[in-house]
């Protein structure tokens, strides 16, 4: 005999997901979410059950489990609900773009991004949901190597910051903007829009979304060569942040990642291959771009070290992975280190 749901038991079960993804336990978040949404379809609620199933996504896509995050955001962009309001529309495209651009498919995420910001144009009190699609368009199009393009939508995005927004959605905004501008080397600005991130996202608020920032803020300073005090604080508090939150495989392998970037741009070669070598191991965890630099700072870490053989072969490697991605210009920057290496050690 089929237990009938109590009215209203779907909410009680929702605060109960909410609390666990509050916890960052997110296997147990997806786990009660998926009962508050069979719940609320029995219920004929039909904003909890989206709500619900979208929750379940996103713990889907804080586990690592892109591929499978993307699939159930999939499933929701032709729920009925999605169908009719733009503002559903665009988070379900917004988060579609970070699922895939997870995956490596940067093409494909800056076109679902391009759809969130349609969407979040067309709907009623958008600014958060707009800032939100133009972050992950600008993501997505700063790591296919799109850069003139990236910074002209971060020039949009900062118009979009008002007193109004939240300081959250804002520290969020000047983040993506920093990156940029780390990325057109242009130092100056990078660091300027990264203390405004720092100065609006705050550890009491949210200490995972804190480590992600820092450790970001650090690969894209090591990205832009700066090797400054500044640079190695960013990296220690997300390493601090991370011991006390925990994180995915790939969050750890991407923090170890630019502990390793840090140790090849300080000449520390030695210490650079032990921490490069495990995580090239495990590169799978990785989006394909993140696993390309990988394998490019081992290669690089490798002929400094003196064996320019495996360098060379590890180059190659990160050559083939930047090529799947769609990132035409590292592809070709590690094709010039890979003509250097053969010149310099007559391979």
């Known amino acids: 005999m089929n237990q009938v749901q109590e009215p209203g038991e779907h909410v009680f079960l929702e605060l109960r997901a909410r609390d666990a993804w509050s916890q960052r336990d997110y296997q147990s978040a997806r786990r009660i979410a998926r009962e508050a949404q069979d719940a609320a379809e029995a219920g004929g609620d039909d904003s909890a059950r989206w709500n619900m199933a979208f929750l379940q996504a996103e713990c889907l896509k804080r586990d690592g489990a892109f591929q499978d995050a993307q699939l159930l955001a999939e499933s929701l962009r032709e729920d009925s609900l999605t169908l009719r ?29 391009r759809h969130a910001v349609e969407m979040a144009s067309s709907a009623a009190d958008s600014a958060e949901l707009h800032i939100g699609a133009q972050h992950a368009l600008i993501a997505a199009l700063a790591e296919s190597d799109q850069i003139d393009d990236a910074w002209s939508e971060c020039l949009r995005l900062a118009e979009l910051i008002t007193p109004e927004t939240t300081a959250q959605t804002a520290g969020k905004a000047f983040w993506v903007i920093g990156n940029v501008a780390y990325l057109r080397r242009d130092s100056q600005n990078g660091t300027l829009y990264h203390r405004k991130a720092a100065d609006n996202l705050s550890p009491s608020n949210d200490l995972d979304l804190w480590a992600r920032f820092n450790r970001a803020s650090a690969a894209l300073r090591l990205a832009g060569g700066v090797v400054e005090p500044e640079t190695l604080e960013c990296i220690e508090r997300a390493e601090m942040a991370a011991s006390i939150v925990g994180g995915s495989e790939r969050d750890k392998l991407e923090l170890s990642l630019t502990r390793a970037h840090w140790l090849f741009l300080t000449g520390q070669y030695d210490a650079a291959v032990e921490r490069l070598r495990p995580i090239c191991q ?19 870490a490798l002929a400094r070290s003196g064996d320019s053989l495996e360098g060379l072969f590890q180059l190659e490697k990160s050559q083939e992975l ?7 210009d590292r592809e070709a920057h590690v094709g010039n280190l890979i003509e250097d290496l053969h010149r310099s050690a007559d391979l």
Not at 282 to 300: F, I
């Open 85 to 113: 309001y733009p503002d559903l529309a665009a988070r379900v495209s917004t988060f579609l773009a970070g699922t895939l651009q997870g995956q490596g498919h940067l093409a494909e995420a800056a076109q679902e991004a």
């Open 282 to 300: 495990t590169s799978e965890l990785l989006a394909s771009q993140t696993a390309a630099e990988a394998y490019m700072l081992l290669g690089q």
């Open 322 to 328: 930047f090529r799947q991605s769609g990132s035409p």
